[in-house]
């Protein structure tokens, strides 16, 4: 196990203690925690490339770890939250629908989740992670308005991505990326 991969399972590990903090309803404690979680998905992907610790293991604990905490993140949010949620459901379930439904996508194809890592995703969640801080804590809802359709087409890109590969594999950059490598032209990402 590198720091990489155990950075990748804090994220497991902290969503029963972020559950834990939405039900009794510490939203100063739980948004501090959250925000050490987002910073660790920051942080293994980077550290992995760095010290060249790129594992299948890393990228499956990186994208379970992610689920993990995406899945539970909305519960959690209407918990502390409800009205705000109530108030942006239309991108909350744009937001939530982004990764839930290439989930099933995938699972109904491969019978597993997908590590794609894509450019894409990787934008969305640069994009999304800062916006949903700064409106549940009482910021402007704009930057999460505009967070949902780069989301949205992370989504639509993955399910891409499941309905054309024969098999699941991990950190395809983008479609462009895997339709040069179907021509036969090796591109890294």
């Excluded at 905490?69 to 949010?77: D, Q, T």
């Excluded at 490598?181 to 090796?186: M, N, V």
Aim: aromatic fraction near 10%; charge should be positive; include cysteine.
């Amino acid at each position: 196990m590198n720091i990489p991969n155990m950075l990748s399972s804090v994220r497991l590990v902290a969503v029963p203690f972020l559950l834990l903090l939405a039900w009794q309803e510490w939203g100063g404690a739980f948004m501090v925690t959250l925000v050490l979680v987002l910073l660790t998905d920051a942080l293994d992907g980077y550290l992995a490339r760095r010290w060249n610790q790129v594992t299948e293991l890393g990228a499956r604990l990186d994208s379970y770890g992610d689920l993990a905490i995406y899945l539970s993140l909305p519960l959690a949010l209407w918990l502390l939250w409800p009205e705000i949620i109530r108030r942006e459901l239309g991108y909350v379930i744009a937001i939530v629908a982004s990764v839930v439904v290439p989930l099933i996508v995938c699972l109904l194809k491969f019978r597993t989740i997908t590590s794609y890592h894509t450019w894409a995703v990787k934008a969305a969640a640069v994009i999304v992670a800062p916006s949903l801080v700064i409106l549940f804590l009482g910021g402007p809802a704009w930057p999460f308005h505009l967070a949902a359709p780069v989301a949205v087409y992370a989504g639509l890109e993955e399910i891409l991505l499941t309905l054309l590969l024969p098999k699941p594999v991990s950190n395809i950059p983008s479609i462009w990326h895997l339709k040069k490598e179907k021509k036969g032209e090796s591109v890294s990402g």
